[in-house]
């Protein structure tokens, strides 16, 4: 199993930047996404989710409006397009796949909003 997120960097204030998580080893269509992040010296925090059935999305009230998530089941693949950046956006963003109990992680990828 693995979860491989992609596209993170350095961004300026009220930039975008996509983030990519691509899934292998399990069935991606059968599991609920979901994108969190953590910011030094922060507890990680939930920023969005997709169901599995039906693709229906739920943010974080920081998310609400600038970010929005997405999956591609033929391409094993979740999104998550952030647009508006502020600095206090700056995290390590991690994927997360979870059906029922079962649940998997990512690496992480780093988003840095500075100018």
């Known amino acids: 199993v693995q979860l491989v997120e992609s596209g993170g960097g350095l961004v300026q204030p009220g930039g975008a930047v996509r983030l990519s998580c691509a899934a292998s080893?399990?069935?991606?269509?059968?599991?609920?996404m979901s994108w969190h992040r953590q910011a030094p010296g922060k507890e990680r925090e939930l920023v969005a989710t997709i169901t599995s059935v039906g693709g229906s999305t739920n943010y974080a009230d920081s998310a609400k409006g600038r970010f929005t998530i997405s999956r591609d089941n033929a391409k094993n693949t979740s999104y998550l397009q952030m647009n508006s950046l502020k600095p206090e956006d700056t995290a390590v963003y991690y994927c997360n796949a979870r059906r029922f109990r079962i649940t998997f992680w990512g690496q992480g990828t780093q988003v840095t909003v500075s100018s």
């Open positions: 080893g399990f069935t991606f269509s059968s599991y609920e």
